[in-house]
């Protein structure tokens, strides 16, 4: 088998790339290691790109300029992130919308539960699978051949020059001799012995959110054959959820809204951190990190009758009863531990006026760790509770690339046909934190030019 | 039921996961009204499988369908809720199972009222007159007469509103049992206006998922001949009427007559948009249909086909000596068609038009508080999809 560019992955980076090269006139084959319900990696599961908007558009609400833009990726990375990067992918998310639109994707205008983010944020009409089925009825139609089911095996590299594959489709192994190829699989949030390298037997009790099949083999592969490495080897975005949720992609659904209306113990009984520090959605990202270093790496939301309809409750009924000492024991808590925790946060509490749409005044005093806000006594029975695991999002291992997308080698040189987009790159922008919608424009725009550099690259060459 | 139990808590559960993902609130009203919802019951899910118009848009936007565990399925969830509310709604009850489910049940009725036409005819005529050719003037009422036909469509359409209505009224309070605010007349435009242009019949102009996961807007356009077809027709009845009951120019009328040209257009319009949702129904993905609705569905095309076959047969033949077995039997369909009406899909139009005034009010209201000055303790909590 023999191909003009071979794209290893089937999410939104990969699709971007292949469609690029595709319109730059390369011949191009995708390998997909999932099966076809499966396609799109954590791509199925997400909602919005983030884009710099200057001139306005009919799906998003108000301006958003670059240095706005860049401003907020340094905020959230504590100011470490590659500016010069950063910046080349802000001002070509400009263009996104567009030529996205053109490539299938439609657009969903800003309705009541995405108005907050209608600013910086443009949302798939539909979400992440409708976004990914558009992609590959486009790529059909232009004549990209996609195989589902094959996974990178390994490679025949010649000095910085990417030569063949060794591809398993199915139960065969073909060799696919492509002259460039572009990865964008993905990191190795969904490989637990990898985990279990940094984190011990505590791996085993993480819930993956998203695709079963981002298993880092390829990103391992690249290391191993002298690519640069960037970003934290340990290092994932994890979040609060559910601790019912399935072991992989349970998704958006398993998210957990009920933390600041109540306390959160660990597997002893005893609180951990300040339950109401800020909003939710500003506090849920390190709440997965919180749990992975608890106990069992497992939480309990503890909240009484006052709190049920204030927040939207979990897809999964929480665990009810009529005194704390029932509720612990249903728990499998020590219910002397929990009764403890819950009579000393009730006395801390101080009066105030409990509202949830702002930082409210209702806060412990002497309490260690505090509650800030929404702290309310716990003493209206039934008292309630949902169980919490740490959900790992993403990772931020990857391979380090330049502002065309190309692979930088160990020894600082450019690999010549090799180029990278999508969350293994991640690293090189954002070495920590994460900004809503940036996980896809980074894939998409990286993509985009990854697909262009190398139809170019190959045009080039054959001239010579 | 045990199974209607299953299924509605299914239907429960589905919503809770969907309520929670809020990913579809683009494609269609079922989604915005989920989202001013924090609990379900069996009322707002019956509400919910009506105002669902089946586009398939939101199975294929969803990654939880099956073969992920959370086996989600909007579109056929629906389809057997609306199926459960078509039986549970009508009246009698047993004769919605016995009529709507098969088309065999419009078969029978078809069958009976033709041969009860005949037997009229051979009862009040001279058996030998049934193969003469009559032409002219009043030719339709040379073997029936007129005032025999007005009294059997009209008892007959009496009967299919009555039914609708008994349906209506019970379902209209089935669905508004926890609501305490009036609808008010804007919200019967917002209503009328989505129902005419058949907005959720198609993802908000992307069009539905008519065979499989590509966009199309087939099926919108082949409703509407169907049911702009379907209104031409009455357009026409009801100007028969008048020209022969107030202008006292009685039937058939000449090919270029307003009335004839009217039912013509209705009735070819019918034809297309039959056989087309006929042949899309049988392309269409098995995964987002019930068996079971999409044979009531079918059979409620396959009559209406009947009807508007067998109508432009005799428009074609009506010179011929054919004419009266023609007439005979167009007659016994439509009869059997109306009889039948109240049981089978037929109905779908009454409950989700009702669905839709639901809709369009509870829309009203949402907007009018979230534009409110005043923030009110408001069912829908506040933004909640992760943003990647």
Redesign the interface.
């Given at each position: 088998m023999e191909t003009d560019v071979l794209v290893v992955g089937g999410g939104n980076a990969a699709l971007c790339a292949a469609l690029s090269a595709r319109d730059h006139g390369a011949r191009v084959l995708v390998i997909e290691r999932a099966p076809k319900f499966y396609r799109g990696g954590n791509s199925r599961h997400t909602r919005d790109f983030r884009v710099m908007n200057i001139k306005g558009n009919d799906f998003m609400i108000g301006r958003y300029t670059e240095d706005e833009f860049v401003d907020d990726l340094k905020r959230v990375a504590g100011g470490e992130i590659n500016e010069d990067l950063a910046r080349l992918i802000v001002r070509e998310s400009e263009t996104l919308p567009e030529w996205l639109g053109k490539q299938g994707v439609s657009w969903q205008p800003a309705l009541s539960g995405t108005l907050h983010l209608a600013r910086t944020n443009i949302f798939q009409l539909g979400g992440g699978k409708a976004m990914m089925n558009a992609y590959y009825r486009t790529a059909q139609k232009k004549g990209i051949e996609v195989w589902y089911e094959s996974m990178l095996e390994d490679m025949e590299i010649e000095g910085n020059e990417f030569k063949a594959a060794r591809v398993r489709k199915k139960d065969s192994v073909v060799t696919v001799k492509a002259k460039a190829i572009i990865v964008a699989s993905g990191g190795f949030e969904a490989n637990r012995e990898w985990h279990r390298k940094y984190w011990g037997s505590a791996a085993d009790n993480f819930i993956i959110r998203g695709t079963p099949y981002n298993q880092g083999n390829v990103l391992k592969l690249l290391l191993d054959y002298g690519v640069a490495r960037v970003g934290e080897p340990d290092a994932f975005h994890a979040v609060a959820v559910d601790g019912r949720a399935p072991e992989n992609d349970g998704g958006i659904v398993t998210r957990l809204d009920s933390v600041p209306f109540g306390i959160v113990v660990n597997k002893d009984g005893q609180r951990f951190y300040d339950e109401g520090e800020d909003f939710w959605p500003k506090r849920y990202a390190i709440w997965g990190g919180l749990i992975a270093r608890q106990p069992d790496q497992i939480a309990f939301s503890i909240f009484d009758s006052k709190m049920i309809g204030k927040f939207m409750p979990s897809v999964w009924d929480p665990v009810s009863a009529d005194t704390i000492k029932g509720l612990a024991e249903q728990l499998g808590l020590d219910s002397d531990a929990v009764e403890k925790t819950v009579k000393e946060f009730n006395e801390a509490t101080r009066p105030g006026t409990f509202n949830p749409a702002e930082l409210d005044d209702c806060r412990t005093e002497g309490l260690k760790p505090p509650k800030s806000h929404w702290a309310v006594k716990i003493d209206q029975p039934p008292y309630y509770a949902y169980p919490l695991k740490a959900g790992i999002t993403f990772t931020y291992l990857g391979v380090k690339v330049n502002e065309h997308a190309r692979m930088i080698m160990e020894d600082g040189s450019l690999a010549k046909n090799m180029f990278a987009s999508g969350e293994i790159t991640a690293g090189n922008v954002l070495k920590r934190g994460y900004l809503a919608g940036f996980g896809l424009t980074l894939g998409a725009t990286l993509g985009r030019i990854a697909g262009r550099e190398a139809a170019n690259g190959i045009r080039q060459e054959s001239v010579r | 039921m045990e199974s209607d139990k299953n299924l509605f808590d299914d239907g429960k559960r589905q919503m809770?996961?969907c309520?929670?993902?809020?990913?579809?609130?683009?494609?269609c009203a079922v989604w915005?009204a989920i989202?001013w919802r924090?609990d379900f019951d069996d009322h707002d899910m019956t509400y919910l499988a009506n105002l669902c118009h089946d586009c398939g848009?939101?199975y294929?936007?969803?990654?939880?369908t099956t073969?992920?565990?959370?086996g989600i399925n909007p579109p056929k969830l629906f389809a057997q809720l609306r199926e459960k509310t078509y039986q549970k709604y009508t009246w009698p009850v047993a004769w919605g199972k016995a009529l709507g489910e098969k088309i065999s049940g419009f078969w029978i009725a078809f069958l009976l009222a033709t041969l009860l036409f005949f037997g009229f005819i051979f009862a009040t005529n001279d058996p030998a007159s049934v193969w003469q050719k009559y032409t002219g003037e009043g030719s339709f009422y040379a073997l029936i007469p007129e005032y025999f036909m007005i009294g059997v469509f009209s008892a007959l359409g009496l009967w299919m509103i009555g039914v609708w209505l008994i349906g209506a009224r019970k379902f209209w309070r089935d669905i508004r049992s926890s609501k305490n605010e009036k609808v008010m007349f804007q919200d019967i435009v917002t209503a009328t206006k989505y129902a005419m242009s058949l907005r959720y019949l198609g993802?908000?102009g992307?069009g539905c998922a008519d065979t499989d996961?590509?966009p199309a807007t087939n099926r919108r356009w082949l409703h509407h001949f169907v049911g702009y077809g379907f209104l031409l027709t009455f357009a026409s009845t009801s100007l028969a009427a008048f020209y022969a009951h107030i202008l006292h120019i009685p039937a058939p009328y000449p090919v270029f007559h307003p009335v004839v040209i009217l039912g013509t257009l209705g009735g070819v319009g019918m034809i297309i948009g039959t056989t087309g949702l006929l042949y899309l129904k049988l392309k269409r993905d098995p995964d987002l249909t019930d068996e079971k609705a999409s044979k009531s569905g079918a059979s409620f095309i396959m009559a209406l086909w009947t009807v508007n076959v067998t109508g432009m047969l005799l428009l074609i033949f009506r010179e011929t000596a054919a004419m009266n077995s023609l007439l005979v039997i167009h007659l016994g369909s439509v009869a059997a068609f109306f009889f039948t009406a109240p049981y089978t899909k037929f109905v779908h139009f009454v409950y989700r038009y009702l669905a839709l005034v639901n809709y369009a009010n509870e829309e009203r209201l949402?907007k009018e508080e979230?534009t409110a000055p005043t923030?009110k303790n408001k069912?829908?909590?506040?933004?909640?999809?992760?943003?990647?």
């Open positions: - | 809770r996961l309520n929670a993902c809020r990913y579809c609130e683009g494609y915005q989202e924090r848009d939101c294929y936007a969803c990654p939880f073969p992920h565990q959370f993802g908000e992307e996961e590509e949402a979230e923030v069912p829908k909590t506040a933004a909640h999809h992760k943003a990647n």
